[in-house]
């Protein structure tokens, strides 16, 4: 799963209005779909990017038992190797999310990946359907509903879930009214098979990949579908691929990885360094979780104004802002200030950007269809409140929102498809790395993908906390082995763990 929100630049729909009627969609394809067209590269450098960068539209199928029926259209990114005499192959940057924008991955991260592979590879990847330069959808949410901590269902104060349900039925009728085929077609399967296109389109036999949090999930199942077209495979950022529950795991198990990770910011913000920068919230680490935890209540009862009008900051503000800054040490003297701010009562607390405003609509369709298209969620209002209650007392920094009610829950179309088991059967060639303290795809959920793969895979386990490892943490003994595997496809024989350094 990504942590920041997106507003990328909204594209006008490509499919006619004809093709949004269509109701049976992504199904096991029937058809084999006509070779792709060959793609028109143009420079698409953007600021802060590479130089030369490319951009080209491939049309992929809206429905693939339909192949050569109405098209979408996907936004695909291109860094040629800077050394063709060195080129092995071309590797594949699969974005998390749901709703993570490939083409923007490769502008942030392509001078990096550049660095470490030496013209080993053109570097590619896409903005799957529904995000960024592809085709988008819409569900028509008003904006209110559009705020990142509303689309986290956040239970009430006092831990009821009533207006949780409420905002989930209503935003789950607007998704049917107004979302059509193409939000239908939002599936980790179609995603799949678009990256396949992809791969046909550029010309190669095979791929290797190097695929982020929800893009980890992403490439496990094009290993699993098309395993002989896989070359050296890198999964960063790994969760449980339970078939039964896929996202709702996920979802679930970010309480656990809260709890595994508060503790780096605890021990951060006591840190006596912090004091020079007005950012030392107690003298203790074992001081700074109650500190916290007060807070929040203090907000729930008392919500303060921000310099955001109309956008107070509540409880579930403090709580959400906390999550998102769990995942980058370096957000952590943004979670101090703000909880500077929130214990001063002359200060006006200010909002992160991700917090103080709404998501586009097509940014919040994106997000919400990929997980209740994906597989069946549970309907039960008395399950959830039961859940709520007990993750409340177990897990109280997230407060019940990971096993909450959402928009899943009352989701209109049944999943097309079953959702792909992971398993052994295939080459092994896939090298896994994790953070120990994930505060979103946290280490027990990588052990479980690691046991679905068996001997296909190999896991590296950095001893340090944080959502991304490969080029975003600096630790050179995780980077150099991910490294070293794409140059040379050597792994480790085993499992093995690399210290914090």
Wanted: with cysteine.
């Amino acid at each position: 799963m990504t942590h920041r929100t997106r507003r990328a630049l909204v594209l006008a729909l490509s499919v006619s209005a004809a093709a949004t009627t269509l109701t049976a969609l992504a199904g096991p394809a029937a058809g084999v779909p006509s070779a792709p067209p060959a793609l028109s590269w143009r420079p698409c450098a953007q600021p802060g990017g590479p130089t030369d960068q490319e951009c080209a539209d491939l049309p992929v199928p809206l429905d693939y038992r339909d192949p050569d029926g109405p098209q979408l259209t996907l936004a695909v990114s291109r860094l040629r190797s800077e050394h063709p005499e060195a080129r092995r192959g071309t590797l594949l940057v699969i974005p998390g999310g749901p709703g993570g924008s490939g083409v923007r991955r490769l502008t942030q991260q392509g001078k990096a990946l550049r660095g470490q592979l030496g013209g080993a590879y053109d570097i590619v990847s896409l903005d799957p359907r529904g995000v960024g330069g592809s085709t988008r959808a819409t569900c028509g949410l008003p904006a209110e509903d559009r705020h990142l901590v509303t689309l986290r269902a956040w239970p009430a104060p006092d831990g009821g879930i009533g207006e949780n349900v409420a905002r989930a039925r209503r935003t789950a009728e607007a998704c049917a009214r107004n979302g059509g085929a193409v939000l239908r077609g939002l599936t980790t399967a179609n995603e799949v098979r678009d990256i396949d296109r992809f791969r046909r389109a550029l010309g190669e036999a095979r791929l290797s990949a190097y695929g982020v949090s929800y893009g980890t999930y992403v490439g496990a199942v094009y290993a699993q579908k098309y395993p002989e077209r896989t070359d050296r495979w890198v999964m960063d950022s790994n969760d449980d691929p339970d078939p039964r529950r896929v996202a709702r795991r996920w979802l679930e198990n970010m309480a656990r990885g809260a709890e595994d990770r508060f503790p780096d910011f605890a021990a951060w913000a006591a840190d006596p360094a912090r004091a020079p920068e007005g950012l030392r919230l107690a003298g203790r680490p074992e001081d700074v979780r109650p500190l916290f935890l007060a807070l929040a209540a203090e907000l729930d009862r008392a919500p303060r104004e921000t310099t955001t009008k109309g956008v107070p900051l509540t409880g579930n503000r403090l709580r959400q802002a906390m999550q998102l800054a769990l995942y980058n040490d370096a957000s952590f003297d943004g979670l101090a200030l703000l909880m500077r701010q929130a214990g001063d009562p002359k200060a006006t607390p200010v909002l992160p950007p991700d917090l103080a405003g709404p998501l586009s609509d097509e940014d919040a369709a994106a997000v919400m269809a990929v997980v209740c298209n994906d597989v069946r969620w549970p309907t039960s209002v008395a399950a959830h409140e039961r859940a709520v209650a007990e993750h409340r007392v177990r897990y109280p920094l997230t407060a019940g929102m990971p096993v909450n009610i959402g928009p899943c829950s009352f989701w209109k179309d049944r999943p097309a498809e079953k959702p792909t088991r992971i398993t052994d059967d295939g080459p092994s060639n896939i090298l896994m790395i994790q953070n120990r303290r994930d505060p979103a795809t946290p280490h027990v959920g990588a052990l479980r993908m690691r046991a679905a793969l068996g001997d296909r895979a190999r896991l590296v386990t950095v001893e340090r906390g944080g959502h991304g490892v490969y080029l975003g943490t600096g630790n050179a003994c995780g980077d150099r082995t991910v490294t070293t595997f794409l140059l040379t496809g050597q792994r480790p024989e085993r499992d093995v763990t690399c210290p914090d350094a």
